[in-house]
C-alpha cells in the first residue's frame, strides 16, 4: 500500500477537483495516449492543466509505485549491504519512483527528478514536500527532456518507470547507457506487455555490455531463456483503489492489479548467486503445488512440491508469482514426472498472460 504520507498528500491534491472533473480528465488523457507518444519524449503534448496533472496523478501513481517498491524490494534483498545516498530518478513524472525508493533506502539523502513538463514538476514537489524521509522531501526537480546528451548528476541509484518505452527504439541503448553512467545500481521498470518485456529485455542487455550485474529479477546474467514470441517476464502486484480512485477510473472493483516487467543491475562485484525467481502464480491443487521457475542453472525449470516434502511444501503454499525460491538438495526438487509432463504440455500451448 501507500504509505500514510504520501496517500494523505495524495487524496489532498486530488480534493482541489471534483471526482467529475477527474473522470473526465482521465478519460480525455486516455484517449490522448492512444493517438499518439506518451512519458517522457511525448507526455507534455497530453497534460494540460492542473486538472489533468491530478488526473494523471491519481491514474498512475499509485501503480506505479507499487510495482517499483517491489522491484526495489527484490533487488535490496540481493544486495543487503547497498545503501544509496543519492538517487537520480529521469522522467519521473510526479516521483512515484523516488517515495518508493525512500521506503526501501532510508539512507537517500540528495535525489534528483528529471521531468520534462513544469506542471508535473509542480505537483511532484508539492507531494514530496510532505514526505517523512528526507531525501524524497528535500528532492531537487530538475525541467528537461531526458537524453544521452544531457548533463546529469552523478548518482548511486538511478532510476527509470515506464519512460524508456516512450523513447524511439533506436535511441534506448543510449538512453540507458547514459542512466548506467557512474551509477552503482539501476533499475528500470515498465508495462508488463509483450512490447514492455521487449524493452526491459534489450535493456538488460545494454547493462550487461556495459559491464553491470543482473541482480533481479534474473538469477543469472547470461541469456534470457524465454522464447520470444511465444511469452515474456513480467509479475504482478494487487494495490488497493480508495473510492475517489474508483469514481475517478470508473471502476467497481476495490483494488487493481498493476502488471510490470523490471530489471535492476548493480556496477558492484557480482553477489552470490541468486535464488531462483516464480515466474507465474504457484499452482495450487490438493496436496501439490507447481511453480514455474527461472533458475541460474536450468533456465525455465517446471517443479512439482507435494505435501510429503513437508516444511519445503509449507513454504511452496506462500511463496507467490515474483518471489524467490531457494531450496536445496533433493527436497529441491527435481521435477516429478508429473511435473516434467505438464511442462512439455505448457511449452507446446501458446503463452497466456498468467494473470
Do not use: N
Amino acid at each position: 500500500m501507500l504509505p500514510d504520507d504520501l496517500r494523505a498528500a495524495l487524496d489532498q491534491a486530488l480534493a482541489r477537483h471534483s471526482p467529475q472533473e477527474l473522470a473526465r480528465s482521465v478519460a480525455r488523457l486516455t484517449e490522448r495516449y492512444r493517438g499518439g507518444a506518451t512519458g517522457a519524449t511525448g507526455e507534455a503534448a497530453h497534460i494540460r492543466g492542473q486538472a489533468d496533472v491530478a488526473a494523471y496523478a491519481a491514474y498512475r501513481m499509485p501503480a506505479t509505485y507499487e510495482a517499483a517498491a517491489l522491484a526495489m524490494r527484490h533487488a535490496a534483498a540481493r544486495v543487503p549491504g547497498f545503501a544509496p545516498v543519492s538517487q537520480l530518478d529521469a522522467g519521473g513524472g510526479t516521483g512515484a519512483a523516488i517515495w518508493a525508493a525512500g521506503a526501501t533506502w532510508p539512507s537517500l539523502r540528495q535525489v534528483t527528478v528529471i521531468e520534462r513538463d513544469p506542471q508535473i514538476i509542480d505537483l511532484g514537489r508539492r507531494l514530496a514536500r510532505t514526505a517523512q524521509a528526507p531525501g524524497v522531501r528535500g528532492t531537487a526537480w530538475r525541467q528537461a527532456a531526458v537524453g544521452s546528451g544531457l548533463d546529469r548528476p552523478r548518482a548511486d541509484l538511478a532510476t527509470m518507470s515506464y519512460a524508456l518505452g516512450e523513447f524511439a527504439e533506436r535511441d534506448r541503448a543510449d538512453v540507458v547507457r547514459w542512466l548506467a553512467r557512474d551509477a552503482a545500481m539501476v533499475l528500470v521498470v515498465e508495462p508488463g506487455t509483450p512490447a514492455g518485456y521487449a524493452t526491459i529485455a534489450a535493456a538488460r542487455e545494454v547493462l550487461l555490455a556495459e559491464g553491470l550485474s543482473v541482480v533481479a529479477p534474473c538469477p543469472h546474467d547470461r541469456a534470457c531463456p524465454i522464447e520470444p514470441g511465444r511469452d515474456w517476464c513480467h509479475f504482478s502486484v494487487r494495490l488497493p483503489r480508495t473510492s475517489l480512485h474508483r469514481q475517478v477510473k470508473a471502476g467497481t472493483l476495490s483494488f487493481e492489479d498493476e502488471k510490470f516487467a523490471y530489471v535492476a543491475a548493480t556496477a558492484r562485484p557480482a553477489p552470490a548467486p541468486a535464488a531462483d525467481r516464480v515466474l507465474r502464480h504457484p499452482q495450487k491443487r490438493k496436496g501439490v503445488v507447481s511453480l514455474r521457475l527461472c533458475t541460474d542453472a536450468d533456465g525455465i525449470r517446471d517443479v512439482l512440491v507435494s505435501k510429503r516434502q513437508g516444511e519445503l511444501y509449507r513454504r511452496a503454499r506462500d511463496v507467490g508469482w515474483g518471489d524467490a525460491w531457494e531450496a536445496t538438495g533433493e527436497a529441491a526438487g527435481e521435477a516429478t514426472r508429473e511435473a516434467a509432463g505438464e511442462a512439455a504440455g505448457e511449452a507446446a500451448r501458446p503463452a497466456a498472460d498468467p494473470g
